[in-house]
T-cell receptor, first 114, second 115 residues
């Protein structure tokens, strides 16, 4: 079946650094990719939607200069958390959808900012 | 506007008993409905979907869901629960007429299956 690979699975870094998370669709072309943030035992909060070759569409309240999204190819999207602070600590999940496909999700990245 | 409601934060079931996780939805167009399961510190795994056709949809791990248009519901069911089914379950809906539309998630239901 379709697989989405997300890397890294866990990141611990100092406040002020930037962190890049990669999301790859392994066996299908992802025309659309989504980035979510999830707080403990809560539902997923959609941060942004990106279509290959286009600028990402951010949800209300999400800072686009803080969370940089690049969707350069049909199999790769990246989320960069710039100048990360402790309040950015969270579980980030990417998702990919191709033509006539349900959305498939990566395994998430646990980001901890010290 | 689209919305999904999962009225139960938690469902407790004894192993071997049938389980139901409830979901109701609201969408202006044609509903595309999905169930996902999340294990601790993992992403979401796709269980099943309803797009069109038979109202009873069968999915992974013995789960099934019934689409009920009149009640706008899409409850997840399994005839005999396993301890390993304990996880967080999300119902989601997308407007089928909008191919670029977003998936809207319910708040999640934590399923606990006790031996």
């Amino acid at each position: 079946g379709a697989v989405v690979s997300q890397h890294p699975s866990r990141v611990i870094c100092k406040s002020g650094t930037s962190v890049k998370i990669e999301c790859r669709s392994l066996d299908f072309q992802a025309t659309t990719m989504f980035w979510y943030r999830q707080f403990p035992k809560k539902s997923l909060m959609l941060m942004a939607t990106s279509n290959e070759g286009s600028k990402a569409t951010y949800e209300q309240g999400v800072e686009k200069d803080k969370f940089l999204i690049n969707h350069a190819s049909l199999t790769l999207s990246t989320l960069t958390v710039t100048s990360a602070h402790p309040e950015d600590s969270s579980f980030y999940i990417c998702s990919a959808r191709g033509v006539d496909q349900p959305q498939h999700f990566g395994d998430g990245t646990r980001l901890s900012i010290l | 506007a689209q919305s999904v409601a999962q009225p139960e934060d938690q469902v407790n079931v004894a192993e071997g008993n049938p389980l139901t996780v409830k979901c109701t939805y609201s969408v202006s167009g044609n509903p595309y409905l999905f169930w996902y399961v999340q294990y601790p510190n993992r992403g979401l795994q796709f269980l099943l979907k309803y797009i069109t056709g038979d109202n009873l949809v069968k999915g992974s791990y013995g789960f099934e869901a019934e689409f009920n248009k009149s009640q706008t519901s899409f409850h997840l069911k399994k005839p005999s629960a396993l301890v390993s089914d304990s996880a967080l379950y999300f119902c989601a809906v997308r407007d089928g007429y909008n191919q670029g539309g977003k998936l809207i998630f319910g708040q999640g239901t934590e399923l606990s299956v006790k031996p």
